[in-house]
């Protein structure tokens, strides 16, 4: 099923350089890869945090734990 839809022209700039950066060859090739994208795992957040230490276990939870 083929359709249209109305956008801004702001949003079809938007697209249009978007399809010629990652080299595609329709809107809907563009809105493809944004859907998959989208929906690809985020990025942990390792690194974010870079002030804390390193986790060491107390020698006195060692000897409780076993």
């Given at each position: ?10 949003i ?15 809107y ?39």
């Amino acid at each position: 099923m083929v359709t249209s839809i109305q956008m801004h022209e702001d949003i079809i700039k938007e697209l249009n350089a978007l399809k010629k950066e990652l080299n595609l060859k329709s809107y809907e090739e563009v809105i493809r890869a944004l859907l998959r994208s989208e929906k690809r795992l985020k990025k942990s957040y390792f690194g974010t945090f870079t002030e804390l230490h390193e986790f060491k276990r107390d020698e006195e939870e060692d000897d409780r734990l076993g």
